[in-house]
């Protein structure tokens, strides 16, 4: 194979990868805090999605989209946080996986309703259209943008979670929740925001997304389970983790079809169950219950 | 006691005179239906003994219904027409794996062990899907021929639909035999507190691991009579929301009271028949019904009806 073909594949990966950081981002935070496995978080993904292809469709314009879409998802996930996960704080971590199932059932069902089941696609803003050439290797200019946009939003949640009081709040949080509660923090309201802030990162990804891979209703379901995996090899509850995971998971989905092709996603799997059996609060994980 | 034998037989009764309503009552239709929901119902009580009376929710029994469904079909298209050495392979076999799944993820706990199930399943899902030689990859395999047993056609309905029940009935009396055993004491010593269940002296990961490979014997047994059925099995059997559909029928019917995922399940295949025939979404009335009774029954509907009776 042509180095050309391989750096234009890396740079499918690495994109990828990060935009499954923006999704497995809210995942990995609203376990740290609050031990709960959000299943609805690939529908919030696709909400965003959605709701900015009809933005996109009154407005005419792409910016738009990517700045009201996310806010909207925002309040949805507020209206899952406090009417759905918040009653049932207290009965095991088990009952809002449940649950968290059901929403994004019932997410998904309303986009079909909404939006019906055809396969949709946002064309990319007229800057950003088109193909970069260098040398041997074309490559679109809207793929380049989503890697640089996504990485950039990455450092701005590393700094956020460092540099910040709520970054400090959501760490301790994480390290131990009761002691953050006793020093007089309103745990339950950081719940909110995280949980709130999570499924803003999730639609942002959705709607950068929507121009480069196709909206679909089952777009949902597809990326969760990626997203699970990143967050798995990462550990859950980290940050760093799910950065890392993300990449080496965008990484080894494309090289994987470039040489072992028609079995390479399950031995992802193989990967992540000796993962989650000799370490299974991940690579970078604390040791939990 | 009495009473409680009563409650038990009306059910029976219903269901062993289902067939002879039809087609004056009934059209053929509903047998079908009524087919599927007993079939499922298999499952759904070896489910229960692991989600609901050792508190381990798996989500990837869709693989062991599947790894059933695959094996029937093979061996029925390739090797033999005994539906008794089929079924018994494919027992045999999705308890072996179950009990290699169980082996290795009963090592982790709560959330961790969801993951893994789920891990395993996707596995299975995706080797399925890309052994085309083997599995006919996502065109399933078609045409796994009908078999008769004591010179009964199981390829009519009818006749399937008793031969299911039989199952079906032995499922039930055999899981609330090991529910009432001293087995079924430390599984749900077990759920309530693991801690103490180990240090009274058991050994809490092997009944766990004893409880997975009971509830994925059901699952491979209800996955054959299904391959046989339908004479069509996809890898769709193998996916997560195939498992996930077990757990919305055993938490709307009410977990923890094996007749709980029975209801449930033929709840969600009986309404879910009557709401398609409206509007194509039907998931979603269903969706919104589940997370209601998750949030605010958590018995489901046994656990509501017993609320009412008292």
């Known amino acids: ?289 | 006691m009495r009473r409680e034998h009563l409650i038990e037989m009306a059910p029976l009764a219903f269901l062993a005179i289902l067939p002879l309503t039809s087609p004056v009552l009934l059209s053929p239709f509903y047998i079908d239906l009524a087919t599927k929901i007993l079939i499922l119902g298999i499952a759904l009580l070896g489910y229960d003994i692991l989600a609901g009376y050792t508190g381990l929710v798996s989500f990837g029994h869709g693989m062991f219904f599947g790894l059933g469904a695959y094996t029937v079909a093979l061996l029925l298209l390739n090797f033999t027409q005994s539906i008794w050495l089929a079924l018994m392979a494919a027992v045999a076999l999705t308890t072996f794996i179950a009990f290699v799944v169980a082996f290795l993820s009963i090592r982790t706990r709560g959330i961790y062990f969801v993951l893994l199930t789920m891990a395993f399943a996707q596995f299975f899902y995706l080797a399925v899907y890309n052994w085309v030689s083997l599995t006919g990859g996502s065109n399933g395999l078609g045409g796994i021929p009908k078999t008769s047993l004591f010179s009964v056609d199981l390829g009519s309905v009818t006749s399937f639909y008793y031969f299911t029940l039989i199952f079906l009935v032995a499922s039930y009396y055999l899981c609330k035999r090991i529910v009432n055993s001293p087995l079924g004491k430390v599984l749900e010593a077990i759920r309530e507190n693991e801690e103490r269940a180990e240090f009274i002296g058991y050994d809490v990961k092997r009944f766990k691991r004893r409880a997975f490979v009971i509830s994925g014997f059901f699952s491979g047994l209800a996955g054959a009579l299904f391959g046989h059925y339908q004479s069509y099995v996809s890898p769709d059997l193998f996916h997560w929301s195939f498992s996930g559909q077990f757990i919305i029928m055993t938490w709307l019917g009410g977990v923890g009271t094996l007749v709980g995922p029975v209801l449930g399940g033929a709840v969600l295949i009986y309404l879910g028949d009557l709401i398609s025939s409206l509007t194509e979404r039907w998931l979603i009335f269903m969706g919104i019904i589940y997370v209601i009774f998750v949030l605010f029954s958590p018995k489901g509907i046994v656990g509501l009806v017993r609320c009412s009776w008292r």
Do not use: C
């Open chain 1, 1 to 289: 194979m042509s180095s050309a073909a391989l750096i234009t594949q890396i740079l499918n990966g690495l994109t990828i990868g990060m935009v499954l950081i923006l999704i497995a981002a809210g995942l990995t935070l609203i376990f740290g805090m609050m031990e709960v496995v959000n299943f609805a978080h690939g529908s919030l993904y696709m909400l965003g999605a959605y709701l900015g292809l009809s933005l996109v469709a009154w407005t005419g314009n792409f910016w738009i989209a990517l700045l009201v879409a996310p806010p909207l998802v925002g309040i949805v996930g507020f209206l899952i946080e406090r009417f759905n996960i918040r009653p049932l704080y207290g009965r095991g971590p088990l009952y809002h996986l449940l649950l968290t199932f059901g929403v994004g059932l019932v997410i998904r069902e309303v986009v079909y309703v909404l939006w019906g089941p055809s396969v949709h696609s946002i064309a990319p803003p007229a800057i950003l259209s088109g193909v970069l050439k260098l040398g041997e290797i074309s490559y679109p200019i809207y793929r380049l943008f989503v890697l640089f946009f996504s990485a950039s939003m990455v450092v701005m949640i590393w700094l956020l979670l460092r540099r910040s009081n709520f970054g400090l709040i959501i760490r301790a949080g994480t390290y131990d929740r009761e002691m953050v509660d006793a020093l007089g923090i309103d745990v339950s309201r950081i719940f909110t925001m995280v949980f709130v802030f999570g499924s803003v990162l999730a639609a942002v990804a959705g709607v950068v997304v929507a121009p480069m891979r196709s909206v679909h209703p089952e777009m949902g379901i597809e990326v969760i389970i990626d997203a699970f995996i990143a967050v798995i090899i990462g550990g859950m509850g980290s940050f760093p983790g799910a950065v890392v995971g993300a990449l080496a998971l965008g990484l080894a989905e494309v090289l994987g079809i470039l040489f072992i092709p028609s079995f390479a996603k399950a031995a992802i799997y193989i990967v992540v169950v000796i993962i989650l059996l000799t370490r299974p609060a991940g690579l970078f994980g604390e040791e939990m219950g």
